[in-house]
């Protein structure tokens, strides 16, 4: 039972190249919790996986020929049903034993324990250990049936008549325990110690594994082949940065192309190729494109991010004269550029105005009309906002009109991608505002950094009115997020909608303004601007609670879950959310910050109680008691500044200055009976914990930090 290493290996016709890096991870992943459950494998077992277009495969170290025994008790039934006035068993208790494959004579080993009120009979035995040759082909029919692919094929094995499932047909199997072969069989093929290395460049085919510990160089010495899916992606990363360096350019930054590019090569060799330069008139993201999508190229940047006519072929061969491949890629990627020239000159021969009219014949939903009818409800919604936060109303409306244009235009029919991208540049053809070509261009945008520079307000207002239009429409319709599913991108656009805030608030404090825009009003507007009775009942309060959970799932990022809920709790304008959340994490640091969280608890749970209407003042002429005096002197001075500090947007210092109230609070709890007998000092002492709780919670609802 001497620990080794593992190695399987699934020898593969091509497999997707999008999904591979999943399929890698999940095929090991899985295969070595099965092998783990089995008793074969140690759940901290060093695990690795490779993954290539042409294979699947795991190295689990410090593996068992077979798991260890393990004891089982296994509860019998009743002693006063398996057993006679004599001792002797019965018939059910014979039965019983040997369904588990015992006979009578293990009746004298069975143990006698209490269970509850009854006394049990149980059989202590022991379970010998799975056996690799056992329990592998288990772990591995797991493995595949568990791969994330929502689809796989159908084909027949070598005998013409069986039919089996996996993502691409199977045709060779590598099972070895340390340098032996694990006689086992799935998917008809019987497992050895042969594989075959790279198509073309392999220095012996077929490459047989001496060892699972082997495996890793003997793919790469013989069959020249980096078979470890990360190992192969740090060697694309450094052959394109070292092809990038002689000319002083970077390749182009991104993850999901260059997770693609590994999964279509087994040994990768980076080249360097161009085209003319003449086609750098067109717009550099049509360009970047078309050779990330058609080409899975690596356009080369220069200094100031302005691509060049250099790009990086991820090619599959090293020839000793890579001329040719060169010659080949260049030839092939010279008429994707020039049908990107020709739609880019096609298309502005026709202005995004002239282009309007056609969206009343593009269908934006069934249920909520044409381009051109959302595009009427867009303009709405964006001349209104414009006019709440001071944006050129004019341009507001022209970029709204203008900004869906660009979807009849062929560059946009080719690469939906550069929807707004290509409008903003076709405005700017077309003598446009430039805010207004900025904003059709920025419309899209998502995700923005904090660090971005604020500098049109129009892109924000278009960017806002886009997607109210669509969270109510769509919301409206009865089409919310269910679970995982949000096909129309809800939680996206709400998330947008609270950064246009953000970025709104920002925009008016560099001029000295505060944001005069509120989330219910918008909502309203946007809601007003449908046809009456299309839209369900309650979407504005419903949505309103949809924008806000998304903010505070996003907070929760970075604020904890008590100080999160003591914010959101009181809904405050979202362009307040982080301020005052930063407010309350600084509150919290404060000494006496548990004892007036907890007091707050108290008053809130004393106010709920409360019958009838509560005064919104106390009378301090029918105080009776010293501390109840003290706590109405201590409010009367600083109520005035919290409010003063919380009118000024400084919700720190508004808060701070409640740790002042601190003595008093504790002094009228201990002193001052809040339930009195007289109906009008009751009612007081009631308006007076009211005048306190409607101090301490205008920042948030302190009472969430209690413990």
Known sequence: MTPQNLLIELFVEELPPKALKKLGESFAATLTESLVSQGLADADAAVTHFA?????????????????????????????VGLDAEGKATPALLKRLAALGADDSAVSQLRRAADGKNEVLFYDSVAPGTLLVEGLPRALETAMAKLPIPKVMTYQLADGWTTVNFVRPVHGLVALHGADVVPMSVLGLQAGRNTQGHRFEARINPVVITSADAYAEQMKDDGAVIASFAERRAEIVRQLQASAAPSGLKPIEDEALLDEVTALVERPNVLVGKFEEAYLDVPQECLILTMK?????????????????????????????ASAVIQGNERVVRPRLADAKFFFDQDRKKTLESRVAGLAKVVYHNKLGTQSERVTRVRAIAKWVAEQVGADVNASDRAAQLA??????????EFPELQGIMGGYYARHDGEDEQVAQAIADQYLVRREETEAVSNLVSEVLQIADRMETLVGIWGIGLKPTGDKDPFALRRHALSVIKSFQLLDLMASLDGNSLQLKLDELIEHALSVFPAGLLAENVAEELKLFIYERNANQMALWFDATTVSAVFSKMPPLHEVMKRLRAVKEFATLPESPSLAAANKRVGNILKKAEGEVGAAADPARFVEAAETALFA????????ADAAFAAGDYTTSLQALAALREPVDAFFDNVMVNADDPALKANRLALLNQLHQTMNRVADISRLAA
Do not use: C, H
């Not at 689990?60 to 002693?79: C, F, G, Q, W, Y």
């Not at 201590?634 to 500044?641: G, M, Q, R, V």
């Open 52 to 80: 290539t277009p042409r294979r699947l495969g795991v190295r689990i170290e410090n593996v068992l020929s077979r798991a260890a025994d393990k004891a089982v008790s296994t509860k019998l039934m009743p002693v006063s």
């Open 293 to 321: 999508a058609n080409q899975k190229y690596f356009p080369l940047l220069d200094a100031a991010g302005k691509l060049t006519n250099q790009f990086l072929i991820v090619s599959n061969i090293s020839p000793d004269d």
């Open 404 to 413: 869906k244009a660009d979807l009849l235009t062929d560059m946009v029919g």
């Open 634 to 641: 201590a409010l009367s001075e600083i109520a005035p500044k």
